[in-house]
């Protein structure tokens, strides 16, 4: 289980920094220094690859190609890459005002982690996939010739024993350079990337993130443009780690019924230490519940009964929790078969949304708020809003710094 500290908890030399609150917003993206630009970086070795706060090198797909002129051009493009236990995403984008257009997109199910809760290895068959899926993101990457992107990897690279093995593969093989990024900076990514989807209110908000091998939880403070994180936990139960844990054992709808009372009991076991530092909160007025991830977009295109699944519908809903919960039950009861004819699961998700069934209800047990927000958005696009954001603060530095040059001269 990852440590209980807020995912903000980086500190920047000399100072500690509070490691129960902070804000969301990234500004470690610094510009490098004039003698990195001139080198050009052409050590061989990338700088995410020495470090995993910075970009790669020159001639990777992460590479950052500094803008003399400083901060963001309205035509440039940028992306966003997470590997997760399940899935592999991109999105590129290019600055909009203060936000961000999206270009581009790629989404493909690798089942990364298969076995990984049994075994505690990545199979030769899961990296296979998740190449194949990379190789796509890495001519995406070409052609779209992004300026700036930053790729992760999330809980199935942590947990491997060969997770750095693989990321040395993807690197050779496709030119990406995947950060294995902590529990602690997935929700972080998470929240930031979805926040601005809260309900309005004056009440504390709880945002989760259920993955494939990890769900995050988060605790905000009411208030304020970038929400202040008061707590937060992660758990290594995510809809592919959780089915794999406990089995397959779907022969008949005592047996279903059975397996998902044990998948509510270790998530709720594990949720305990958060549960009990946020009971008090959980118990004011106006609390506010917001979840990103595959499980609360399917439930809601259940919801809404939709013939198949249609983003605009489901990002930023309101739904009544109860809902959820109702067809959370029914989906526990059902068989891999009945499931899979539904719309919007299919074959693919048949297999594991009743471990996030499991895993949303122990949510909606420990934080019980009247409805529940869902986003399409999370990693990806807080990722995109750091790299604009430090893109920003760095042209702002940059004029500041000329017009003191400016003022000196004169």
């Given at each position: 289980m990852a440590d209980t500290h807020p995912p903000d908890t980086t500190q920047s030399a000399g100072k500690k920094r509070d490691?129960?609150?902070?804000?969301?917003?990234?500004?470690?993206?610094?510009r490098p220094s004039r003698q990195n630009e001139k080198s050009g970086n052409r050590s061989g070795k990338s700088r995410a690859h020495r470090s995993s706060q910075g970009p790669a090198s020159a001639g990777k797909l992460d590479n950052f190609t500094p803008n003399s002129?400083?901060?963001?051009?309205?035509?440039?493009?940028?992306?966003?890459?997470?590997?997760?236990?399940?899935?592999?995403?991109?999105?590129?984008?290019?600055?909009?005002?203060?936000?961000?257009?999206v270009i581009d997109a790629?989404?493909?199910?690798?089942?990364?982690?298969?076995?990984?809760?049994?075994?505690?290895?990545?199979?030769d068959e899961a990296?296979?996939?998740?190449?194949?899926?990379?190789?796509?993101?890495?001519?995406?990457?070409?052609?779209?010739?992004?300026r700036l992107a930053r790729s992760v990897a999330t809980e199935a690279c942590r947990r491997a024993a060969n997770g750095p093995a693989f990321i040395d593969r993807v690197r050779e093989e496709t030119g990406i350079v995947l950060d294995i990024i902590t529990a602690e900076e997935e929700a972080r990514l998470a929240v930031l990337g979805c926040h601005i989807l809260l309900e309005?209110?004056?009440?504390?908000?709880?945002?989760?993130?259920i993955g494939g091998g990890s769900t995050e939880l988060v605790l905000l403070e009411p208030g304020g443009k970038i929400p202040r994180i008061l707590d937060w936990q992660s758990v290594p139960w995510g809809v592919v780690s959780l089915t794999d844990t406990v089995g397959r054992g779907e022969d008949n709808r005592d047996a279903r019924l059975a397996r998902y009372a044990k998948m509510r009991e270790i998530v709720s076991g594990s949720f305990a230490p958060f549960a009990e530092r946020i009971a008090d909160a959980a118990k004011r007025d106006n609390i506010r519940l917001l979840g990103t991830s595959g499980t609360v977009t399917t439930l809601a295109s259940l919801h809404l009964e939709l013939p198949h699944y249609d983003r605009k519908a489901v990002d930023g809903l309101i739904v009544p929790s109860a809902a959820m919960?109702?067809?959370?039950?029914?989906?526990?009861?059902?068989?891999?078969?009945?499931?899979?004819?539904?719309?919007?699961?299919?074959?693919?998700?048949?297999?594991?949304?009743?471990?996030?069934?499991?895993?949303?209800?122990?949510?909606?047990?420990?934080?019980?708020?009247?409805?529940?927000?869902?986003?399409?958005?999370?990693?990806?696009?807080?990722?995109?809003?750091?790299?604009?954001?430090?893109?920003?603060?760095?042209?702002?530095?940059?004029?500041?710094?000329?017009?003191?040059?400016?003022?000196?001269?004169?």
């Open positions: 490691r129960r609150s902070g804000k969301v917003a990234d500004f470690r993206y610094k002129q400083g901060g963001l051009r309205p035509g440039e493009a940028y992306a966003a890459l997470d590997l997760g236990t399940n899935n592999c995403r991109l999105l590129i984008a290019r600055p909009s005002g203060r936000d961000f257009t790629f989404s493909r199910v690798v089942k990364l982690g298969e076995d990984l809760a049994t075994t505690g290895r990545l199979s990296m296979d996939r998740a190449l194949g899926a990379l190789s796509v993101c890495a001519d995406k990457l070409r052609r779209r010739k992004v309005d209110g004056e009440g504390h908000a709880v945002i989760f993130d919960r109702n067809i959370s039950e029914r989906l526990s009861g059902m068989s891999p078969d009945e499931r899979s004819e539904l719309p919007c699961i299919g074959h693919d998700r048949a297999d594991l949304v009743v471990a996030g069934c499991a895993i949303l209800d122990s949510i909606l047990d420990l934080w019980p708020a009247e409805k529940l927000g869902v986003a399409d958005r999370g990693i990806r696009e807080g990722i995109l809003r750091s790299l604009m954001a430090a893109e920003r603060q760095s042209e702002r530095a940059l004029k500041a710094l000329n017009q003191t040059r400016t003022d000196k001269a004169s």
